[in-house]
């Protein structure tokens, strides 16, 4: 399966944005969907995962609350919405997608979109 981000850009603080990511290629397996960022000079984190059917969904404790993700089936494609955004959440935002549900590691995921920026100005 092959994964699109999109979305990414500049926001000052307590602003809004919404990711995307449209999944392509072998997108009748039910797939898990997440969402990883990468800042600078830091590791790879979870941000938020959703089940195939949507009916689930996982946070990380930092983004609870502000984020949210879902997922339109008929196109395919996976969101993360992003409110009252902080300098804190300026990354790379990655999304995967996997079979296996469970829990916040990256290993989780077999397949990796390309990522897209979301830098946010204090």
């Known amino acids: 399966v092959q994964l699109q981000a999109s979305g990414g850009g500049l926001v000052q603080a307590g602003g809004s944005l919404r990711l995307s990511c449209a999944a392509s290629?072998?997108?009748?397996?039910?797939?898990?969907m997440g969402w990883f960022r990468q800042a600078p000079r830091k590791e790879r984190e979870f941000v938020a995962a959703?089940?195939?059917?949507?009916?689930?969904?996982l946070y990380a404790d930092s983004v609870k609350g502000r984020f949210t993700i879902s997922r339109d089936g008929a196109k395919n494609t996976v969101y993360l919405q992003m409110n009252s955004l902080k300098s804190e959440d300026t990354a790379v935002y990655y999304c995967a997608a996997g079979i296996r549900w469970g829990g916040y590691s990256d290993s989780l995921f077999d397949y990796w979109g390309q990522g897209t920026l979301v830098t946010v100005s204090s």
């Open positions: 290629g072998r997108t009748h397996i039910g797939y898990h």
């Open positions: 959703i089940t195939w059917s949507g009916g689930a969904t």
